[in-house]
């Protein structure tokens, strides 16, 4: 089947690149055509003639009136988005098939059997890069065609739509052939409010295996971490350090972080660069014990089968966090104080159990993938 995916624009978060590496490699290796549309992040005013009476006001403004501005403002983010990019876009063009959209619109029916819708909190409004209906496709509400939501995300357990939203939402998800979720909560989102039910599945980067991802950096010929604590934190926090601090002393290891502050629009330009994903990915296999912020920092602790603690992250969304531990009875992996993330580093984990946990949840969510594609 022609199969185009739905999901965030692949900008430079890891574990939105990687989710959307691993569906689109599942499919495949069912032996499905395969497409991502992604929304280009670069910025565009459009045709020379459209483009150049901008940049002749700019310049009247500039250097007759004197304005601090930048005539080719345009030119000059995009340069910035193609640096910080550097290391992950060379990753996302060798592994993940995709088409650039400017508009939904012009997507077209003839190409494609089956739309699918996910992962990531592709269905939270505030995340989403149009208007929350695309996430629904709206845009091929006439086609006849499958339609299929695998592993979509509303990030919370709060409802975050309008009426107006939600309306329009209900109607549209009403036409899915399938509609499956990543968390527990949003199964009940979905059923209080579009009177839908849903099916929970893993997140796609689950249901590839530990050897699927270290052949990606050796691949690459990464190079070994230096440390042995991976320290993936997105929002630092002075009570974040405390704890990496307390966790290194306990345990006698030397931290090593592994992001950047790309998201921080006023870092210098250097500090914004993302790392490679293959770096981050060799990051998981070199250490010994995780502490992080990041929900698919945690999905990947489990898959390498490393000890890990995450501090709750309430900004981004802590019901994903609750929902993936609560499969596997990790629960108390989730800390916010330096006490509690002593009393977790003395819990060993059941590895055993937790991959018996895995394998039951990966063959049911790709058997929900599969039988509905049939």
Known sequence: MRIGVLTLPLHNNFGGILQAYALQKVLKDFGHNVVLIDKSRYVSLGPWYKKYPIYIKRSINKFIFG????????????????????YTEPFIEKHIRRVYTKDFSNIREKDFDVLIVGSDQVWRPKYFFSKIENAYLDFAKEWKIKRIAYAA?????????????TNNCATLLKKFNAVSVRESSAVKLCYDNFGVKAEQVLDPTML???EDYIKLFKDYNTAQSDGNLFCYILDEREEKKSIIDCIAKEKGLKPFYVNSRYEELDAPLEERIQQPVEKWLRAFNDAEYIVTDSFHACVFSIIFNKPFIVYGNRERGLARFKSL??????EERIVSTKEESIKAISEPIDWE???????QWKEKSMSFLNNNLK
């Open 325 to 330: 531990l609560s499969i596997f009875g990790l």
């Open 208 to 210: 590839l295996c530990k």
């Open 67 to 86: 304005k601090n501005i930048i005539v080719k403002a345009d030119a000059e983010q995009n340069r910035f988005l193609k640096t910080i990019a550097k």
């Open 353 to 359: 159990r937790v991959n018996e946990v895995h394998r």
């Open 153 to 165: 995300s509303c990030g919370t357990e709060e409802w975050e739509y309008t009426e107006e939203q």
